[in-house]
């Protein structure tokens, strides 16, 4: 019998701007033969009557009316009365092809949370990637404590029905395993972020972007929002004028006076986003990759995606305040650094210049990458 999957996601396909796990993740499940459907259900303008949508790649996308088009208004996604009539449609629909498909539901955001309840799933899956319920800038306003405590009780609803979870980090792992009581916690499992491996295989360059010098280009290549450090690596290129620092992605920092700063210095650039097929063309143009994060509960839990990124291209990584990635530590390949002390930022980046030379360093790097493919990983999930 084939599968119709109902996949909660935060916003819109194209809204990040960019491809992250739950993306890849909907596409895998698109492709695969015992696959009926994919329905993308998310979130979306309250004043969008076109709730429904074929998507280019297939996925059929289905929105839910926000309670309004303030950011303030998207607590209604957690709390059931809010929208559990507006679930009615799609209910119904899935109600007509229930005994003719398997039909699971896939969390990889916590929204919506009574849906678990409403319908006879043939299975529901939590992929966790994010500690959602903690503020990303570490705030502790009424707001903040109000938010977290609407998130926290919906995600709890979904982590004690569903019949799988997995986590993108072992800090998550432990986190939802807290949550859980006795046999229940073995249903919890790690998998990591992978890489498209085959994407970052290209030599292409986006020569156009930044002129040539004589020092190393450090690269970021993701969203770009208050969860870095850039107040460090503001110190950092101030410190080394001939280092270039280019940031490469949409900025969701909301006007963060940091972040500005930053872009006022004459060796940082910023491309703003730019087409996924074309990553690994301005990848291509850095030495180093870095992941500059900032201390916090939030960011103990990340797994970034673009750490085999950087290495399925062949670059060292340097990542600050990512403990989910020191078991990838190791010379000339991946620096993991706790804290934001500029020295040891700006020694550990001499280091990876320094083992540029290396013998068959980048073919390591490389290596460690293939084995993170995102197909192989999905493999593994949909099979649990």
Not at 101 to 122: C, D, G, Q, R
Request: glycine share 6%; aromatic share 10%.
């Amino acid at each position: 019998m084939k599968s119709i999957h109902v996949l909660v996601a935060t916003g819109e396909w194209e809204n990040d701007q960019l491809r992250y796990r739950r993306h890849r993740l909907a596409e895998y499940l698109q492709k695969q033969e015992d696959t009926h459907e994919v329905i993308w259900l998310c979130p979306g303008k309250s004043l969008d009557n076109n709730a429904e949508k074929l998507l280019e790649n297939g996925v059929r996308q289905w929105k839910i009316a926000d309670l309004g088009e303030s950011k303030l208004l998207r607590f209604s996604r957690f709390i059931s009365i809010f929208y559990k009539n507006k679930l009615a449609s799609l209910i119904a629909y899935l109600r007509d092809k229930k005994d003719m498909y398997e039909i699971k539901l896939w969390y990889t955001y916590p929204a919506f949370p009574n849906l678990a309840n409403m319908f006879p799933w043939n299975k529901i899956i939590y992929d966790c990637s994010d500690l959602w319920a903690e503020s990303i800038n570490g705030s502790k306003s009424a707001v903040s404590m109000l938010k977290h405590k609407i998130i926290h009780n919906g995600e709890s609803t979904i982590i004690n029905k569903a019949n799988i979870i997995t986590c993108t980090s072992v800090f998550l792992e432990e986190q939802v395993k807290e949550r859980l009581q006795g046999s229940s916690r073995e249903k919890v499992y790690t998998y990591e972020n992978g890489v498209d491996f085959s994407l970052f295989q290209h030599k292409e360059k986006a020569d156009h972007v930044i002129g040539k010098g004589n020092g190393p280009v450090l690269g970021y290549i993701g969203g770009i929002k208050p969860k870095l450090d850039f107040a460090l690596i503001q110190a950092t290129a101030e410190r080394r004028p001939d280092w270039q620092f280019l940031f490469v992605g949409p900025d969701g920092t909301n006007g963060n006076e940091e972040f500005q700063r930053l872009l006022k210095l004459p060796n940082v650039t910023w491309t703003g986003s730019v087409p996924p097929p074309l990553v690994s063309h301005y990848m291509n143009l850095i030495d180093i990759g870095i992941m500059p994060y900032k201390p916090s509960i939030y960011n103990k839990a990340i797994f970034p995606l673009k750490l085999f990124e950087f290495l399925a291209a062949g670059k060292a990584a340097i990542g600050t305040n990512l403990p989910s990635t020191e078991g990838y530590a190791e010379k000339g390949v991946y620096i993991c650094l706790e804290g934001s002390d500029t020295d040891s930022f700006i020694l550990a980046c001499e280091e990876m210049r320094t083992n540029k030379a290396v013998k068959n360093i980048e073919e390591r790097r490389i290596s460690l990458a293939k084995t993170k493919d995102w197909n192989s990983i999905f493999a593994q999930m949909t099979k649990l």
